[in-house]
């Protein structure tokens, strides 16, 4: 059972027991994702982000942090979202006070230095390089460009080259002054821990200074647009797609009919995309449906990469299985499978303690009320097959239907006729 202190500073420190285990990850949640930005800092988030492991007061460079958590065993890392980024350090648990120390001295002494930062670009530089070369990573990124449009909620999170090359030191300090807060941040810890302990803790190494953020995002508005195709021109083997639409945002009341709704559709290697479009007609070798959620949107879309000699067949494809799951409600079998499939991946993942610190901490950042496991898996459970046909024809309706390639495709006025029931 979970549950929420707060620091003195205003810090919210949630605290996740897992029975069992003898690890503990501490992670550090902030507002500051992608969609804070504007255009002329797009990308600094995820910048940001590298920069905080380049050096603080007491570990003073990548290699002083490095040692500090090799020598213990534990694992590092950081990642940036659209609306958080987070920081974490997962170890032994009798370790767990230098997982404190590191993510503390970098969250509140970064130092930003001159020459980290140049040095960083490079780095930056063939991250964007690197996805730029990995289709099945940037055709997303090209979905929810066409699906958003030109708001911070359609741009690509690594930014673009021209700004990666331009922001200074003063840009970043401002930027975590305005977001990286108490009144802005989570401090999630998951495992095997006494609370008092790691409340003392928390106390000595998260001392932020008292204050608001001073930055927020747009709420997202909806893009009113005939555009229903984005691709861009590669020369590849393999043709990548994502065919998808708008979702529902996070805490909707249909979150978890989506979610059943998506592995019905793709979310496994016996659900209708994998067996139907796969393995009965060989038309691809990975294809997959997903969910994202925000706080006032989200996406739901298939992805898949594809023979290039039959692209066409497969968009039609899986634009029939979005048909055939409007039209005829799922049977209980396999209403039932999903509902296990999901509830069983739910529950693994839990074991760990960083996915738990990362379940909890994000609910604790994001949303006004806080889930439980029992609470998810009973939503879970409520799911009808009515809900899903429902929400199926609401979704998927014609009109909402989008799709993004990257490949050898230059006709978009073509693949668009073929995003019809």
């Known amino acids: 059972m979970h549950k929420v202190n707060k620091l003195k500073n205003g810090l919210k ?12 990850t501490v992670l550090c949640l902030v507002g500051a994702g992608s969609r804070y930005e504007t255009k002329d800092i797009c990308g600094i988030s995820h910048f940001l982000e590298h920069m905080f492991f380049k050096g603080a007061k007491k570990y003073k460079n990548a290699t002083d942090v490095a040692s500090a958590i090799d020598g213990i065993g534990g694992d590092f890392n950081a990642f940036t979202g659209k609306e958080y980024a987070g920081y974490y350090v997962k170890c032994a648990s009798h370790q767990k006070e230098v997982a404190f120390d590191v993510i503390g ?12 930062i140049e040095k960083e670009r490079g780095v930056i530089l063939e991250e964007y390089n690197m996805y730029q070369d990995t289709p099945m990573y940037q055709v997303g990124w090209d979905f929810e460009r066409l699906l958003f449009g030109d708001q911070p909620m359609g741009w690509d999170q690594i930014g673009t080259k021209e700004i990666i090359l331009s922001l200074s030191r003063e840009q970043f300090q401002n930027y975590k002054n305005e977001l990286y807060t108490p009144d802005n941040a989570v401090l999630s810890i998951s495992g095997h821990f006494d609370e008092d302990e790691v409340m003392e803790l928390a106390a000595k190494y998260f001392g932020f200074e008292e204050g608001k953020r001073t930055r927020d995002f747009e709420s997202y508005r909806a893009k009113h647009s005939d555009e229903k195709v984005i691709s861009q021109y590669k020369k590849t083997e393999q043709g990548h797609i994502i065919v998808g639409v708008e979702g529902v945002p996070a805490c909707h009341e249909d979150e978890y009919t989506e979610k059943i709704l998506s592995v019905i559709l793709g979310g496994n290697m016996s659900s209708r995309m994998f067996t139907n479009v796969r393995e009965s007609k060989g038309l691809s070798y990975y294809i997959r449906t997903t969910t994202d959620d925000y706080v006032d949107t989200g996406v739901i879309s298939t992805s898949a990469g594809v023979d290039l000699k039959r692209v066409d067949l497969a968009i039609e494809a899986i634009v029939e299985e979005y048909k055939k799951i409007m039209e005829s409600p799922v049977s209980a079998e396999e209403l039932i499978k999903a509902k296990e499939f999901m509830k069983g991946k739910i529950i693994l993942r839990l074991e760990d303690s960083e996915e738990y610190a990362h379940l909890m901490g994000k609910q ?17 459970d409520e799911v009808t097959a009515d809900d899903v046909q429902r929400l199926s024809k609401k979704l998927f309706a014609e009109e909402n239907l989008r799709l993004a390639m990257i490949g050898p495709f230059d006709d978009n006025d073509h693949f668009a006729k073929l995003l019809h029931y």
């Open 13 to 24: 420190v949630i605290l996740s027991p897992i029975e069992g285990t003898k690890s503990c």
């Open 105 to 116: 001295d970098m969250m509140l002494n970064a130092t930003f230095a001159p020459e980290e």
């Open 364 to 380: 604790a950042l994001m949303y006004s009320e806080i889930e439980s496991v029992d609470d998810i898996l009973k939503k879970v």
